[in-house]
């Protein structure tokens, strides 16, 4: 089974792929591309939101097919909605790449994980490699929501 876990941030994407043999999960792109930050030279939305959906798409052709695709969304965020929407229109980007591609998606939060902030490193780090490069934790976020969908 393999799984692309997603936690967006307003100027970032970040993203692994989880490789499930059995009880083992293997974060196949641990070495290889697994944040991509947004161009700051796109001002008009429609333009942002056109990069976005190419970069879902280029993510889903080179790493894909997948069976699931997991997204970890944001948390305790208040509810003005110039701060959600960026976030909140790159989850709805990305979903609509998965139905594109046939592609079953869930939406997790900590709750469901079964950890918080605090702990999910730990959580994280317990059940797959962590990558060598831009570990924090919003992408043990998407490494937990992919292992997540993955049991």
Not at 33 to 44: G, M
Request: proline letters at 3%; aromatic letters at 10%; a neutral charge.
């Amino acid at each position: 089974m393999k799984i692309l876990g997603i936690r967006n941030a307003p100027t970032k994407i970040r993203f692994c792929v989880i490789d499930v043999d059995g009880v083992d999960f293997d974060f196949s792109n641990a070495k290889d591309e697994n944040l991509i930050s947004l161009p700051k030279s796109l001002v008009k939305e429609s333009e942002l939101y056109e990069w976005i959906k190419s970069e879902y798409s280029r993510i889903f052709h080179k790493y894909g097919p997948f069976d699931h695709m997991a997204i970890k969304q944001n948390e305790n965020v208040s509810t003005r909605y110039s701060r959600v929407k960026p976030v909140m229109f790159m989850d709805c980007i990305a979903t609509i790449v998965a139905i594109e591609n046939k592609t079953e998606f869930s939406f997790n939060l900590y709750a469901n994980i079964g950890t918080n902030k605090k702990g999910i490193l730990k959580f994280a780090e317990s059940k797959a490699d962590k990558s060598e490069l831009h570990w924090n934790t919003q992408m043990a976020d998407a490494i937990s929501a992919a292992i997540l969908n993955a049991i």
